[in-house]
């Protein structure tokens, strides 16, 4: 489990009201040789041959600065290279997320970045999926890779969709 260096971040937070660590991109972290997962700052922190972004309208609500240098970015990588959708929090994620995701993945060489507005819950369940579809992964290590601060939590909606997924793709 990765953690990042919350000293003095106690009320400390960027212009979308989340913690200044998360904009900073202080959760970014690599899962695997390819795969990398984090919040809504990490895309300026890694440069990714694809991007998975799963909070594209959260983000432009509540950080419109932060929405434009990401649509700079996207802008960068091909059209082919990139899956921006909005998937609100907490919710199942539909299997077309994953399918998506994985066709992505298997077409790019070099990084991937998997992104949502924190890092820790969309994006982890769909990092999660990634690894036990392309490196066949138990749950529990998975799990332990995507693992951020207890989240996702094991039983949640985004990762007991990805769990549904990967069961129906065996």
């Known amino acids: 489990m990765v953690?990042?260096?919350l000293t003095g971040s106690t009320g400390s937070t960027g212009p979308s009201g989340y913690p200044r660590w998360i904009h900073e991109g202080s959760c970014l972290r690599q899962v695997s040789e390819r795969l990398h997962v984090g919040g809504m700052g990490a895309f300026e922190r890694i440069a990714c041959a694809a991007w998975i972004d799963l909070a594209e309208d959260e983000i432009r609500a509540t950080a419109p600065a932060l929405a434009?240098?990401?649509?700079?970015?996207?802008m960068r990588l091909?059209?082919?290279h990139r899956l921006r959708v909005q998937v609100e929090d907490g919710r199942i994620l539909p299997p077309w997320v994953f399918d998506r995701s994985l066709a992505l993945v298997t077409s790019t060489r070099g990084p991937v970045l998997v992104s949502c507005a924190v890092g820790i819950s969309?994006?982890?369940?769909?990092?999660?999926?990634?690894?036990?579809?392309?490196?066949?992964?138990?749950?529990?290590?998975a799990y332990g890779r995507v693992e951020f601060e207890g989240w996702p939590r094991k039983s949640g909606s985004p990762l007991t969709s990805a769990r549904a997924w990967v069961e129906g793709r065996q």
Do not use: K, Q, W
Not at 122 to 141: K, T
């Open 3 to 5: 953690s990042p260096d």
């Open 122 to 141: 969309r994006s982890a369940s769909v990092a999660y999926a990634l690894l036990r579809a392309l490196d066949g992964l138990s749950h529990d290590e």
């Open 78 to 80: 091909a059209p082919e």
């Open 68 to 74: 434009n240098r990401r649509d700079r970015l996207a």
